[in-house]
């Protein structure tokens, strides 16, 4: 199973930005979805995670300026992000764990990462 992350880019303290992830393959079930980001000289971090009942959590850092949404006929996942703050520069990564057709055997995967650049 293969996610593809897009809508990184540079912005401006106080601007938004919306990141997508696709996921495609051979996928009976995708169970939760999530956003990490990792800032240099940083660990990754949970940005925000979703259910596939739509349960939601927020690192406290973002809370009440992010939001995780995902539509389950497309395999997306998004992430709409207000209010950027420099601190919030890193690169984000998409997540998906669930289960493959056929085999029904279970996977976990991460996008390839996209640079999101706040500037002050």
């Known amino acids: 199973v293969q996610l593809q992350a897009s809508g990184g880019g540079l912005v401006q303290a106080g601007g938004s930005l919306r990141l997508s992830c696709a996921a495609s393959?051979?996928?009976?079930?995708?169970?939760?979805m999530g956003w990490y980001r990792q800032a240099p000289g940083k660990q990754r971090e949970l940005v925000a995670a979703?259910?596939?009942?739509?349960?939601?959590n927020y690192a406290d850092s973002v809370k009440g300026r992010f939001t995780i949404s995902r539509d389950n006929a497309k395999n997306t996942v998004y992430l709409q992000m207000n209010s950027l703050r420099p601190e919030d520069t890193a690169v984000y990564y998409c997540?998906?764990?669930?289960?493959?057709?056929?085999?029904?055997?279970?996977?976990?995967?991460w996008g390839q990462g996209t640079q999101v650049t706040v500037s002050s």
């Open positions: 393959g051979s996928i009976f079930r995708i169970d939760n």
């Open positions: 997540n998906a764990d669930g289960r493959r057709t056929w085999t029904y055997s279970p996977f976990a995967s």
């Open positions: 979703i259910t596939s009942g739509g349960s939601t």
